[in-house]
């Protein structure tokens, strides 16, 4: 390959080829006289794997990015300034080398073609030849949904003008990873938005941080607040890289998130005489070490978080979901927590007839200078229920106005675990017993029938536009987040980068009209999991006694009119 007088004076200049001088008064050419063997874009090919696999290859490129530390990816990319002009090929590519370069340096690399792990790499890598500096290379502008194959960019620097949200921070504290997406955050395809399955994967791109580290004593994204999911970015620009199944975007300016969504500091305003809420505890257990926190230190980060969200909802009656079924053990230390913080007898909790034999069971708090149990608590002896419901009527503790009955609920999870049959996933989206799920709707719906304005709340494991909750709108329940709620707020549980609603407050059909308002307060689905009760991977200075990443569940309330 030629080179030019300019890259040949800035070479000698940067006192690069001593070598190449001495060799050259022996007759033999320098390491930046030997050219290269093959373009990028050959290196590249035009499918998903390079056709020159375990071939050894030189090539010449501009280092566009440099990960070359230990903690990071042990390399560096090189993209060709003069691009080949084949949208089928990159231009990009990885070398898995330590030997030092800069951004901006045009090298001369010796190594072996491979994949590894869906990246086209040189490695191992014989010669990395520095052959001049201060090179620049602009980013291909780009956009989700992509309008080519992304194998047409790998290893490429890339910039994403558009603004980008946060969909999916899981594995945020652990890899250092972020779910991006155009157009807003990702819905579950099942909860009724109008999403796809193939259209929501078109919209994403993970963000990575350009690092093998796993739980860095310094989460990437974090500084100086927490990343919250749907918050945004805008003119990301980073490479194209590919592993562990997926591309992924190394970044070589550090991202700016804007706080587009600000954490609540309360619920919304829901009105009427009393609010009923429903929450997921994420595994309230006073047993150590089974499923809810280990240690007696996590628990007491634990429930600090649980009174922290409970004082916040401040609701009149609470269906709890996911607390350790231990008789009153569990739910009378949380009671009284509760009440230390709120006052001396505030809170009371209904006992469950029928708790059932899983280690968790549904629970039922109220308060009872508000409200008034009418009759006994009652329950199902139907083996449909892994979980059985808890149902209560309450009156106004003052007298007077109409009674309502709550109806307790956590449905069988979307966990394939032992499913078989009917219950095995169905490839509709629905996952794992969702017939289950659907015959435990039927036998609520069933159940509801003799009661006084039922209220089914809980988490029912099933999106809004699913069989179960369909069941259940067909037995004359109305959904009432779907009344009172935006549709863009209307999701109570992140998955797989995915928000939807599993938790539900539905009325039957002479109660309804008495829903005054209906909110999910969203403390818990847009945290990262660092910021929650464990302290396995999570850094001890994130961790606040506040309600935020109290539970993986938001809680969701209703108010009632019952004068």
Same mark, same amino acid.
């Not at 990159?90 to 590894?116: N, P, Q």
């Not at 890289?241 to 591309?247: A, E, P």
């Not at 309804?512 to 660092?530: F, K, Y």
């Given at each position: 390959?030629?080179?030019?007088?300019?890259?040949?004076?800035?070479?000698?200049?940067?006192?690069?080829?001593?070598?190449?001088?001495?060799?050259?008064?022996?007759?033999?050419?320098?390491?930046?006289?030997?050219?290269?063997?093959?373009?990028?874009?050959?290196?590249?090919?035009?499918?998903?794997?390079?056709?020159?696999?375990?071939?050894?290859?030189?090539?010449?490129?501009?280092?566009?990015?440099?990960?070359?530390?230990?903690?990071?990816?042990?390399?560096?990319?090189?993209?060709?300034?003069?691009?080949?002009?084949?949208?089928?090929?990159?231009?990009?590519?990885?070398?898995?080398?330590?030997?030092?370069?800069?951004?901006?340096?045009?090298?001369?690399?010796?190594?072996?073609?491979?994949?590894?792990?869906?990246?086209?790499?040189?490695?191992?890598?014989?010669?990395?030849?520095?052959?001049?500096?201060?090179?620049?290379?602009?980013?291909?502008?780009?956009?989700?949904?992509?309008?080519?194959?992304?194998?047409?960019?790998?290893?490429?620097?890339?910039?994403?003008?558009?603004?980008?949200?946060?969909?999916?921070?899981?594995?945020?504290?652990?890899?250092?990873?972020?779910?991006?997406?155009?157009?807003?955050?990702?819905?579950?395809?099942?909860?009724?938005?109008?999403?796809?399955?193939?259209?929501?994967?078109?919209?994403?791109?993970?963000?990575?941080?350009?690092?093998?580290?796993?739980?860095?004593?310094?989460?990437?994204?974090?500084?100086?607040?927490?990343?919250?999911?749907?918050?945004?970015?805008?003119?990301?620009?980073?490479?194209?890289?590919?592993?562990?199944?997926?591309?992924?975007?190394?970044?070589?300016?550090?991202?700016?998130?804007?706080?587009?969504?600000?954490?609540?500091?309360?619920?919304?305003?829901?009105?009427?005489?009393?609010?009923?809420?429903?929450?997921?505890?994420?595994?309230?257990?006073?047993?150590?070490?089974?499923?809810?926190? $280990?240690?007696?230190?996590? /628990?007491?980060?634990?429930? #600090?978080?649980? !009174? %922290?969200?409970? &004082?916040?909802?401040? =609701?009149?009656?609470?269906?709890?979901?996911?607390?350790?079924?231990?008789?009153?053990?569990?739910?009378?230390?949380?009671?009284?927590?509760?009440?230390?913080?709120?006052?001396?007898?505030?809170?009371?909790?209904?006992?469950?007839?029928?708790?059932?034999?899983?280690?968790?069971?549904?629970?039922?708090?109220?308060?009872?200078?508000?409200?008034?149990?009418?009759?006994?608590?009652?329950?199902?002896?139907?083996?449909?229920?892994?979980?059985?419901?808890?149902?209560?009527?309450?009156?106004?503790?003052?007298?007077?106005?109409?009674?309502?009955?709550?109806?307790?609920?956590?449905?069988?999870?979307?966990?394939?675990?032992?499913?078989?049959?009917?219950?095995? $996933?169905?490839?509709?989206? /629905?996952?794992?017993?969702? #017939?289950?799920? !659907? %015959?435990?709707? &039927?036998?609520?719906? =069933?159940?509801?029938?003799?009661?006084?304005?039922?209220?089914?709340?809980?988490?029912?494991?099933?999106?809004?536009?699913?069989?179960?909750?369909?069941?259940?709108?067909?037995?004359?329940?109305?959904?009432?987040?779907?009344?009172?709620?935006?549709?863009?707020?209307?999701?109570?549980?992140?998955?797989?980068?995915?928000?939807?609603?599993?938790?539900?407050?539905?009325?039957?059909?002479?109660?309804?009209?008495?829903?005054?308002?209906?909110?999910?307060?969203?403390?818990?689905?847009?945290?990262?999991?660092?910021?929650?009760?464990?302290?396995?991977?999570?850094?001890?200075?994130?961790?606040?006694?506040?309600?935020?990443?109290?539970?993986?569940?938001?809680?969701?309330?209703?108010?009632?009119?019952?004068?």
């Amino acid at each position: 390959m030629r080179r030019t007088a300019a890259m040949i004076a800035s070479t000698l200049a940067a006192g690069l080829v001593t070598t190449a001088g001495a060799g050259a008064a022996r007759g033999e050419p320098g390491p930046c006289e030997t050219p290269a063997t093959h373009r990028i874009a050959q290196v590249q090919g035009q499918g998903a794997t390079t056709p020159l696999n375990g071939q050894t290859v030189r090539i010449e490129g501009v280092v566009t990015g440099d990960f070359q530390e230990a903690d990071r990816l042990k390399g560096f990319f090189v993209q060709d300034p003069a691009p080949d002009g084949d949208p089928r090929t990159s231009d990009g590519l990885f070398v898995y080398s330590t030997k030092e370069v800069a951004t901006g340096d045009r090298v001369l690399v010796t190594g072996k073609a491979v994949e590894y792990g869906g990246l086209t790499e040189l490695s191992p890598v014989s010669a990395v030849d520095v052959c001049g500096s201060g090179e620049t290379i602009e980013p291909v502008t780009v956009k989700l949904p992509p309008t080519q194959d992304p194998e047409s960019h790998e290893g490429m620097l890339l910039r994403y003008g558009q603004r980008l949200t946060a969909t999916e921070t899981y594995q945020l504290g652990r890899y250092g990873e972020v779910t991006l997406s155009s157009g807003g955050r990702l819905f579950q395809p099942t909860d009724g938005h109008g999403s796809t399955q193939a259209g929501n994967d078109r919209r994403r791109l993970l963000l990575d941080d350009g690092s093998t580290v796993q739980n860095p004593a310094e989460v990437p994204f974090t500084g100086p607040r927490s990343l919250r999911i749907g918050d945004t970015t805008t003119g990301l620009t980073g490479i194209l890289s590919q592993g562990f199944g997926g591309y992924r975007l190394q970044p070589t300016r550090a991202p700016h998130f804007a706080r587009t969504n600000p954490r609540p500091v309360r619920p919304a305003r829901v009105g009427g005489d009393v609010k009923v809420a429903a929450f997921n505890t994420l595994n309230w257990f006073t047993t150590l070490d089974v499923r809810g926190a $280990d240690t007696a230190g996590e /628990q007491e980060r634990q429930i #600090a978080k649980l !009174v %922290a969200a409970l &004082r916040g909802l401040d =609701a009149d009656a609470v269906g709890l979901m996911e607390v350790e079924n231990n008789g009153d053990t569990a739910i009378k230390a949380l009671v009284d927590r509760l009440n230390a913080a709120v006052g001396a007898g505030t809170y009371s909790w209904i006992r469950h007839p029928n708790p059932g034999t899983d280690q968790i069971h549904v629970a039922l708090i109220y308060k009872s200078a508000r409200l008034a149990p009418s009759g006994p608590a009652r329950s199902s002896a139907d083996p449909v229920f892994d979980r059985p419901p808890l149902v209560q009527t309450f009156r106004l503790a003052s007298g007077g106005g109409v009674p309502f009955t709550m109806i307790v609920n956590h449905f069988k999870s979307k966990g394939c675990g032992e499913a078989t049959g009917p219950d095995l $996933d169905q490839g509709d989206g /629905q996952g794992c017993y969702n #017939a289950r799920r !659907v %015959a435990q709707a &039927r036998a609520i719906a =069933a159940l509801s029938a003799g009661e006084r304005n039922p209220l089914v709340l809980g988490d029912l494991n099933a999106y809004t536009a699913e069989d179960p909750v369909r069941t259940l709108t067909s037995a004359g329940f109305a959904g009432q987040t779907e009344r009172f709620v935006r549709p863009e707020q209307r999701y109570s549980y992140v998955f797989d980068g995915q928000a939807g609603e599993l938790d539900h407050v539905l009325a039957g059909r002479e109660l309804s009209p008495r829903v005054s308002g209906a909110t999910i307060w969203h403390i818990n689905s847009d945290e990262p999991l660092i910021l929650d009760y464990n302290t396995e991977y999570n850094p001890p200075a994130l961790y606040r006694p506040d309600a935020y990443r109290s539970s993986d569940h938001d809680p969701v309330m209703v108010g009632l009119r019952l004068r």
